[in-house]
């Protein structure tokens, strides 16, 4: 049988409404557009990689969201993108950034070096030169063994089981956001069982190494595959982790094994159960005091593509006192790991450039936002602190515990010059 | 009435077969003027399958045309190989089909000089995953697929090179006879609506499905059994290798991957007029579903267009023969009129394949030869021969890396997008036109509006191209509804799912943002 | 996992968009939900209601009164097909529609033809081929989508208008601009100082400037006032294939006021079906990226942009409306739709309805030839409207009722 995501450029009427949404193309010549190196190129590829234009592509998803045809063409684009042959340089660097649980794992040993090396400028000049990451980009910070550990340690509690995924970032990075959306589905009545660390291995498939990518995936399925098998939800609070296990596994990699498809039914974004709770009436409406904040919240590339509306937006709506600020901008650029790049950081904070002034514009007292990359980026570029959706919730039920390291947000903005 | 002109040959007819002649003349040094009354390929071999035959598709029915077949097959990738795609081909038997027909397969290969390699199912799925799962036996085939305009082309552009006259939009109305001899004929310019007269020594009669009408116009008879095929032609790819069913020939027993599309087929209806190129919606939808057996899914993929070309089976004087066409030769005939009709300088060379062109002009100027000798310089054949040697098989990729060629820089544009074709080509062509040229010109030549879209973005585009070089706005926006016109007519029949979508989108562009100045575009 | 509004509204089109605003300016809870973006930044901006019937229709008002009664105008009436386009201008009155329903415009195509159309936003507007003068047409040379030679030529050949055609370069902008680059990269006032003042150099004595409808997206308002001021003469835009820019000015000014008045949206989710309920359909199945999700509502608007925008299926056998499962009537491609009452209620096969809280809207309401008459749009914000105004009095007969 014709595979689907190809088979799906049947449907393209050449129509510009993916190129008229594409955030990338709008800002740089580098990227020709998502029509022009998805459907269109795509009927000539034969298997062979002869097109480099597809590169800049950020991966997105934007035309594959504003397509009414129901072309993939953010899938056809990512695909082909991992078919471009690459030097041994660039391939490192790729796998540099895509292997994240391998990194992590190693600098999660030492995550006061690691820090500090990518803290230094000079150190990052040369992982510039040598690495092609670009020295401004805004890496994320290792978290510290303390915080780490106080996450791994955390007990499930009481109620309604559910396993809750934390993929790299929680892991590795922000351990204390684990804590947090733990302790406020706690508080709701829900027993989270904190699943394995593992990668989902979404910065491997968009690094171009699908292999590594199927392999972390089917090792999750597998892991997860008896609470998936029980009807158990699974919760990620990172929204890229949520939207590979949902739907990139089998679009953009093409497995169809029976585990991997279930654990995509299984898969929930954490704010999307929390509002489904809410709409059954089982949230904890009463318990979720004041918070007199001005909030400008970004709802990230990839959560759209969960295709379920703003549901982080309609909970904070929850919380009173709470001045919500909501983004008309489509991207922050980064896509994961693309703003991380030498030659496409530039790219990735022109795209952003929207994002960055009407926050900007709005003054708020913190941008939140359901991605880990994107809110890093967010940070890097106007300066503001910025929060997943979740942390809002925890401070309003008045829960403590979780703290997150204030330094972080002042470091990353330090790092910006 | 303009200018007479005269040449040791007038060819009648620029289809494969005419242009081959042309080619083959002027290669053996005679003076060459080919006539043609629309343009080259304007008849059956513009809506042909485009399918280089391995023979394998004969070996039982027609062995003469299977063995033709092969030879000619290998002839032809050495002379233009930059219009064929070595594809490859299988033959297949599916689930039901007579298991005794793939046994004796092999054996009639062998016997007819076709080569064909027996495989596993498995192999065979490996080496095309698309086929049905299902198979029960493959063979495979040195099947290729052709683009008739660029081998018509090249060959047209050779011979011309060579002193040969090829003249389009030029039909013959009539013949000039001095008693039982043909001196040459009357011309009509479609353009002009002038007719010129042209001397010849011998005149060569390749009107193929309408030869029967061109010979008796110079008081001669050729039995022409005008046998209609509808094809169908899928939006991509579906298959990279041609597959053909490995049963006697029936309908929608073959697809073939010719550049961007795959195209099934066809059907064998007899028809009165070679002119009729109509298509049943029954005929598509049985076309659908036999694509859909030899490739699952086929059957929800995207139809682009429709077409029927008519094949000019001859029937030999006096042959009799049940009139089924399926079981007419395949084989082409010549006729030396001189001894049939007694009517001299005048002979008929029909029937058979695009893929025997060669043949069939070898053998069509042979007899010219015998009739007025050869002239005493064939220069030009050697300077052909010493052309240096040529470009290889094009691939499907070469056309996207040519595309990417301009991507990032500041040269070039693309202006067909579904074809991938660039703004320099265009610009090319309509200088050397001096901005005469039409949109189905450049289509023929680059596969502009061949695509999806039908032309919905490019054909505009193209028309401003010609507009400034030719500051003829009017004409050109003319020519522009004409090729909006004419490629509506091809899709009529397959408006279904997308491409149902994709012709709502072109009517709005042509009712709307593109509407021309005057009563609305009447679209089919 | 069900979610739950007053109204939902399929389809992120023109139809659609007037639908979700007039209800949630009523105050409904409106969810609306689209596979994707709709038409709008395809089609050009100006408001077509009926350009032709047998011939070129001078007004469009009076041109009603002459379809037949299965029409949806006749349907509707012309006083809401009127009520209907002043919500459209004051809606969107950030943009300034020009023109009304009593008399048609004559507007250039990019092929020099004249369309007919009754509203049209201003520097579309000031096109208007009716007005004498003598006009000039700027082509950009590196961009692929607009022959001023052909607009020109064949405007004067006309014969009502003398127009000039002229080509400029838009500095370092590249060889291949597409409509979108060009409309991004005039919103730097350098670039498009510097392109007026190449226009200048060549357009003589022309008293209009037409320029591919390309003036800027947000910007638009300052480009064409930059260009008037550096040309000293009116500047008028002139419809282009898609992109459209005046299409996506219109669009995204929609996309704002939905946000605005509260209108929660899923963009890139597809309905494929429905489940039943008391007043006929219950919810909506929704596709998300890996579940199926039911949105319930007391009422529907199904606004699912016909065959193109993928609320009518055409099959090999049969054409039938994607997501009620509605047989549609025999018909030419151009003119396929779901049948409807008067209060755009789908008709079963017998011509009763078969739903009675559904009501369908824009390209999907059969009864019209719109290519053929020009007069999509206006039955997009009619049948909008309307379908706005029946549920909104149904929604408030629920609300009385509990
Ligand atoms: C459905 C179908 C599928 C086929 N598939 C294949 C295939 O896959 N592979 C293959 O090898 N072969 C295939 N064939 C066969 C092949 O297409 C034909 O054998 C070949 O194209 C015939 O070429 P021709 O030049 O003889 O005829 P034509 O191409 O018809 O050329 C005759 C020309 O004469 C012109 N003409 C007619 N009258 C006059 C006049 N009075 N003055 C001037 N010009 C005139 C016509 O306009 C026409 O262009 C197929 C045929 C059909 C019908
Ligand atoms: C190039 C072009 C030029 C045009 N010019 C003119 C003109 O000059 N005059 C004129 O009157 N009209 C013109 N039109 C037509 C006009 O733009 C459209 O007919 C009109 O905009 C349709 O609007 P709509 O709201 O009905 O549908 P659309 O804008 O097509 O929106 C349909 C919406 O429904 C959604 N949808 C469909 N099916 C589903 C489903 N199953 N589940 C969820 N969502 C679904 C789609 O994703 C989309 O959001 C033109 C159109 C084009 C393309």
Redesign the interface.
């Known amino acids: 049988?014709?595979d689907e995501v190809?088979?799906s450029?049947?449907?393209?009427?050449?129509?510009t409404i993916c190129e008229q949404a594409c955030p990338v193309a709008a800002v740089t010549?580098?990227f020709?557009g998502p029509?022009?190196v998805g459907p269109?190129?795509e009927?000539?590829?034969?298997g062979?990689s002869?097109?480099?234009?597809v590169e800049y592509c950020s991966g997105c998803g934007a035309c594959s969201v504003v397509c009414p045809?129901g072309v993939a063409v953010a899938e056809l684009n990512i695909r082909a993108r991992a078919q471009i042959p690459r030097s041994r340089r660039e391939t490192l660097r790729n796998l540099a950034l895509g292997d994240t649980e391998s990194v992590a794992r190693l600098a999660g040993l030492v995550p006061g070096v690691a820090n500090a090396l990518l803290g230094n400028r000079a150190v990052r000049r040369v992982a510039q030169w040598l690495a092609g990451v670009h020295r401004l980009a805004p890496l994320p910070a290792f978290a510290p063994r303390r915080s780490v550990r106080s996450f791994w340690t955390k007990s499930p509690g009481e109620g309604v089981p559910v396993v809750y995924f934390p993929g790299c970032s929680t892991s590795w990075y922000e351990p204390w956001l684990g804590e947090m959306v733990v302790a406020v589905l706690e508080r709701n009545g829900i027993s989270a069982q904190i699943a394995a660390g593992r990668c989902c291995g979404l910065p491997a498939q968009s690094n171009g190494f699908f292999g590594l990518a199927a392999r972390r995936v089917a090792r999750i399925a597998k892991e997860l595959g008896a609470p998936v098998a029980k009807g158990t939800p699974v919760l990620a609070s990172s929204t890229s982790c949520a939207l590979m296990l949902m739907s990139e596994a089998k679009d953009v990699l093409g497995i169809e094994s029976d585990p991997v498809l279930r654990l995509a039914e299984a898969t929930w974004d954490v704010s999307e159960f929390l509002l489904d709770l809410h709409r059954q009436g089982r949230l904890d409406q009463k318990g979720l005091s004041p918070i007199s904040r001005r909030v400008y919240y970004h709802p990230p590339c990839q959560q759209r593509r969960h295709l379920s509306g703003r549901p982080a937006l309609e909970l904070l709506a929850l919380i009173p006192g709470v001045e919500i600020i909501e983004s008309t901008q489509y991207c922050c650029g980064i896509a994961g790991t693309y703003g991380l790049k030498a030659e496409k950081y530039e790219v990735a904070m022109e795209v952003g450039r929207g994002l960055f002034s009407e926050i900007a514009d709005s003054s708020p007292e913190v941008v939140a936002c359901d991605s880990e990359t994107c809110r890093w980026q967010i940070t890097h570029a106007s300066g503001v602190p910025s929060v997943h959706p979740v942390e809002l919730l925890y401070e309003s039920y008045g829960l403590s515990g979780a703290r997150r390291p204030l330094r972080q947000d002042a470091k990353r903005k330090s790092a910006r010059r | 009435m303009t200018q007479a002109l005269s040449a040791d040959v007038l060819v009648i007819g620029g289809g494969s077969t005419g242009v081959g002649v042309a080619w083959e003349a002027t290669r053996r040094g005679l003076s060459v003027i080919l006539a043609e009354r629309s343009n080259l390929a304007g008849g059956t071999s513009g809506r042909f399958h485009g399918l280089l035959h391995s023979g394998g598709r004969y070996v039982v029915s027609d062995p003469r045309s299977a063995s033709e077949c092969a030879a000619e097959n290998k002839a032809l990738r050495s002379i233009a190989p930059q219009a064929i795609e070595d594809t490859g081909g299988l033959f297949v038997s599916l689930e039901g089909d007579d298991p005794a027909y793939a046994e004796g397969f092999p054996l009639a290969c062998e016997r007819a000089g076709v080569e064909a390699v027996a495989m596993s199912p498995a192999e065979a799925r490996s080496a095309e995953p698309?086929v049905n799962p299902g198979i029960q036996a493959a063979f495979w085939v040195p099947d290729a697929s052709v683009d008739v305009w660029r081998l018509l082309g090249i060959l047209s552009a050779q011979a011309a090179e060579g002193g040969a006259k090829i003249l389009e939009h030029h039909e013959v109305v009539s013949f000039e006879q001095e008693g039982q001899r043909v001196l040459g004929a009357r011309l009509k310019d479609s353009a002009t609506g002038e007719t010129r007269w042209v001397s010849a020594q011998v005149v060569v009669n390749a009107t193929g499905a309408w030869s029967g009408r061109v010979a008796a116009m110079a008081g001669c008879e050729v039995e022409i059994l005008a046998s209609r095929g509808v094809m169908v032609a899928f939006?991509?790819?579906?298959s990279?290798l041609a597959i053909n069913r490995c049963i006697r020939p029936s309908d929608g027993d073959i697809v073939v991957p010719i550049r961007?599309v795959s195209v099934i087929g066809t059907t064998d209806v007899a028809v009165a007029d070679p002119d009729d190129t109509t298509v049943a919606p029954e005929e598509v939808?049985a076309m659908?579903a036999a694509a859909d057996q030899l490739i699952?899914?086929a059957g929800s993929?995207?139809t682009l267009r429709a077409w029927a070309g008519v094949r000019p089976l001859y029937r030999p004087p006096g042959g009799a023969g049940s009139g089924a066409t399926r079981t007419v030769s395949r084989a082409h005939a010549l006729v030396d009129h001189a001894t049939q009709d007694g009517v001299e300088a005048f002979v008929t060379i029909t029937g058979g394949k695009l893929t025997t062109l060669r043949l069939m002009a070898e053998e069509a100027v042979d007899l010219v030869v015998a009739k007025i000798g050869l002239p005493a310089t064939p220069a030009f054949v050697e300077a052909l021969e010493e052309k240096p040697a040529r470009p290889a098989y094009f691939?499907?990729?070469?056309?996207?890396?040519h595309?990417?060629s301009?991507?990032?820089?500041?040269?070039?544009?693309?202006?067909c997008?579904?074809e991938?074709v660039l703004?320099s080509d265009v610009v090319a062509l309509v200088a050397a036109a001096r901005g005469r040229i039409g949109i189905g010109d450049l289509r023929r030549s680059l596969r502009v509006g061949m695509?999806?879209?039908q032309g919905?973005?490019c054909s505009?585009?193209c028309?401003?191209?010609i507009?400034?070089a030719a500051?003829?706005?009017?004409a050109?926006?003319e020519d522009?509804v004409e090729f909006w016109k004419e490629r509506f007519k091809g899709t009529a029949t397959v408006?279904?799912?997308?491409q149902?979508?994709?012709?709502?989108?072109d009517?709005?562009?042509y009712?709307?943002?593109?509407?021309?100045?005057?009563e609305?575009v009447a679209l089919p | 996992m069900n979610r739950r509004a007053d109204a939902v509204v399929v389809g992120a089109g023109l139809a659609g968009s007037i639908a979700a605003c007039r209800l949630a300016q009523a105050g409904a809870e409106v969810l609306l939900v689209a596979a994707g973006e709709g038409s709008m930044g395809?089609?050009?901006a100006w408001l077509d209601v009926l350009g032709?019937m047998s011939g070129p229709v001078s007004s469009p008002l009076a041109g009603m009164q002459s379809l037949p009664d299965s029409h949806p105008y006749a349907r509707m009436g012309s006083g809401v097909v009127q009520e209907a386009v002043e919500f459209f201008s004051s809606l969107v009155s950030s943009l300034d529609y020009r023109g009304g329903l009593e008399d048609n415009m004559a507007l250039p195509?990019?092929?020099?033809?004249?369309?007919l159309c009754a509203m049209a936003p201003p520097a579309m507007a000031a096109g208007n081929l009716d007005r004498a003068g003598s006009v000039a047409i700027v082509g950009i040379g590196?961009m692929?989508?607009?022959?001023a030679?052909?607009v020109?030529?064949?405007?004067s050949?006309?014969g009502a208008l003398s127009a000039q055609g002229v080509?400029v370069d838009f500095a370092g902008a590249?060889?291949?601009l597409g409509n979108l680059d060009v409309a991004r990269r005039i919103q730097e006032p350098k670039l498009r100082a510097q392109l007026g003042a190449e226009v200048l150099a060549c357009i003589g004595g022309a008293e209009r400037v037409g320029f591919p409808a390309v003036l800027g997206l947000g910007a638009h308002q300052e480009v064409v006032g930059d260009l008037e001021r550096i040309l000293g003469r009116e500047v008028f835009e002139i419809?282009?294939?898609p992109p459209?820019v005046p299409g996506l000015r219109l669009s995204s000014a929609l996309a704002v006021l939905r946000r605005t008045l509260g209108v929660k949206e899923v963009i890139g989710a597809r309905v494929t079906g429905f489940v039943p309920g008391p007043g006929g359909v219950g919810g909506l199945r929704v596709r998300a990226a890996s579940r199926s999700q039911i949105y319930e509502a007391d009422y529907f608007v199904i606004a699912s942009g016909?065959?193109?925008g993928?609320g009518i299926?055409?099959?090999?056998q049969a054409r039938s409306e994607t997501i009620l499962g509605l047989q549609i009537p025999e018909g030419p491609?151009?003119s396929l739709g779901v049948a409807v009452d008067n209060s755009l209620r789908p008709l079963g096969p017998s011509g009763d309805p078969v739903f009675q809280n559904v009501a369908f809207a824009g390209a999907t309401v059969g009864g019209a030839d719109p290519?053929?008459e020009?007069s999509s749009q206006g039955i997009c914000v009619a049948t909008g409207y309307l379908a706005a105004e029946v549920v909104k009095a149904e929604v408030a007969k629920v609300a009385r009722a509990k």
């Open positions: 049988m014709r190809v088979a450029t049947d449907g393209c009427v050449k129509c010549d580098l020709p029509k022009y269109q190129a009927r000539f590829r034969h062979d002869v097109d480099r234009s045809q | 698309a939006a991509d790819r579906l990279h961007t939808a659908v699952p899914g993929a995207r691939r499907l990729p070469d056309a996207l890396a595309r990417e301009v991507w990032g820089g500041d040269r070039d544009a693309v202006v997008e579904c991938g703004r695509g999806p879209c919905g973005f505009y585009r028309a401003g191209l507009a400034e500051q003829a706005a009017e050109v926006t522009l408006s279904f799912g997308a149902a979508r994709q012709e709502i989108l009517r709005w562009l009712a709307s943002p593109l509407a021309p100045p005057g609305p | 395809l089609a050009p032709r195509t990019s092929l020099g033809g004249r369309h590196a692929r989508d607009f022959s030679c052909l020109a030529q064949n405007l050949a006309g080509t590249g060889a291949d419809a282009t294939v459209s016909g065959v193109l993928g299926e055409v099959g090999h491609l151009g290519i053929g020009l």
